[in-house]
């Protein structure tokens, strides 16, 4: 457990800054921009407790907001990401699957992950960009930089995760 | 008690989400001014509707009261109106409101506006002079008439002036009338004296009215179209045959100060007095 803290630990320190320093400088066309630090959120194994998860997003999302001077914003889209990230793996998990199960390429297969990445990732790019907005006036240019976002997000989500799984 | 703790630990994180999201809410709506600002409109519109609600809630309730309130009002003004209405009528009737709406009848008709120059009233046949003549286009038998009524008959007519036939003149005067709204006539005669008051003789016996009612023209003549104002009935009297009533009428036209006429230039009265005759004059020759 201490371990898995540990390693839990240093992934948030390393999203935390990759998106501080240089992704928050993204902006392809601009309108996409990667949010990698969903990547957390994802990556919980099965079981994880709740509360933990809970509150380590959150913190993730405010440190992000505090230096993206958007106080509330990413932690609030963060807490709800942890909040259904279970649930959904419960629906991925197979039955013969341990209860402990890591959330990765290896574990889970391409398709699962994939489709529980992606969900997770565009679930994310959607709300946040709604709360960033609080206006459906301009719907087009959300779904733009929802969508735009959700994949450059999820491309580079991929590319680190197939070299972890190596 | 257990079941409340054993419930609070199988679901404690979902307290610690919404704890969560609140702590976020809060944080969003307090640090990001655009944020803020939408909250703060949304928020009173949506206060505002609530209130809406509850105060209509609140006012139905005391509608039994605002409609006695009502009520009351509604008399009171009601019974200002009337008082208002009988004061104006006091003030204006025969004057200034009679005046608009005979000058508005007369507009009908074509008309030659002109000035009185010379006019009596204390004599038995008094005499009128209008500034207007034949080269205005004033012919002789033209009726006269003015913004409270009747005036006169045209008698002698020269280049720029003429000469009237009022109807205070007790030899020569004596214009057909009817009893507005009844049809009754007869003729309007004045014997000197009170320059406001005339008779209406011949008016049959079966006739219906009540005294306060206008005299008009009748238009059963070439001279003036019916509905010229004459005056109104002030009282009722037997002719010296008792065959017919005889009507005193207060002249609505006052003599004594009148300056501005306008001479009824009518063709189509003659022409249908003409017409009239004309038929007239064939029954009798047939007749005989």
New interface residues.
Partial sequence: MALELLNRLAMFLALFVAQVLILNHVHLFDVATPLLYVYFAITFRRNFP??MM??GC?LL??LV?IFSS????A??CM??VA?AQPYLVERLASRDSAVDMEVSLKSIGIGKFIFLSGVITFFYCLLFFA?EA??FFDWLVWLERAFTSAVLTWILLMAIESVRSK | MRNLLDFLIKYHHWFVFILLEVASGVLLFQYNSYHNSVWLSSANAAVGTINQWESGVFSYFSLSKVNEQLAERNMYLERQVSQLRRLYGDLTKDTTELQRKELAFLSQYQLIPAKVVDNTVHKTDNLMTIDKGRADGVEADMGVACGNGIVGVVYLVSDHYSVVIPALNASSSRISCAIRGRGYFGYLHWYGGDPSVAYVEDVPRHAKFKLGEYVETSGFSSIFPSGVLVGKIEQVYNSSDGLSYKLKVRLSTDFSCVRDVCVISDKSIAERAALMQAARDSINVKQK
């Fill in positions: 709740k509360w809970l509150v959150f999302g405010i907001d958007t106080p509330g914003l932690a609030g807490a709800l909040f709360i609080f206006s």
